[in-house]
Structure formats: structure tokens, C-alpha cells
């Protein structure tokens, strides 16, 4: 049985909820994750550097490496073959929303 996924911190919601090609028809719709996108921004438009992006949003390095490569696998795929991209779904909490934990059950 595989472990849980921890939630990634993100710093919001995106704006923009899809991307679609414009002038012909749509060949279909691919999903980006919530992290993912938020994955790029911080790579690519904030020009963090992998290591500090990671601690933003509380993952290994590897890990973010391992989104940020799927997100750009993603976007890619939608923009050679003209298919419409979401953002929507994932495994994600925002930035400053912590649980609370309960003391009596061990911070559980």
C-alpha cells in the first residue's frame, strides 16, 4: 500500500482556470495540477531557484524537481498537439492555512 501524499504548498489559487487554442477546433483537454502550475511560476516567472522553490512550498528538492518536470511535460503536450489546458486538481494547501493538530493524540 502506498504512502499518503503530504499536501505541497501553493500561494493561491490560479486566476486563470484554462488555456485554450484559438482558430481551430479543440482535439481534446489535458489537466494540470494546482502544484504544478504553481511549480512553474515559481521556476520559470518568480526565477526561483529549484532548491528555494522547494522550501516554499515545503518538498524535497527531488520532489519539486519530479512536479516541475511533469507540469512542463504537460504544458508542452497541450501546446504541440492543440489541446485545451485546465488547472484544476492535486494535492495542495495554501500558503499559511496549517492544520491544527491535536496534542492529546500525539500532534496527529
Not at 1 to 12: I, N
Not at 14 to 36: D, N, Q, R, T
Not at 41 to 63: G, I, N
Amino acid at each position: 500500500m502506498p504512502r499518503p501524499k503530504k499536501p505541497r504548498f501553493v500561494s493561491g489559487y490560479p486566476m486563470i482556470g484554462a488555456f485554450v487554442p484559438e482558430g481551430m477546433p479543440i482535439s481534446g483537454e489535458v489537466f494540470l495540477s494546482v502544484e504544478g502550475m504553481e511549480a512553474i511560476r515559481l521556476t520559470d516567472f518568480e526565477s526561483l531557484d529549484q532548491d528555494s522553490a522547494a522550501k516554499m512550498m515545503e518538498v524535497s528538492r527531488q520532489t519539486y524537481g519530479r512536479i516541475l518536470s511533469e507540469a512542463r511535460s504537460i504544458v508542452a503536450g497541450a501546446l504541440v498537439t492543440g489541446k485545451a489546458l485546465r488547472i484544476k486538481g492535486g494535492m495542495y494547501e495554501f500558503r499559511g492555512q496549517r492544520r491544527r493538530r491535536c496534542r492529546r493524540r500525539g500532534g496527529r
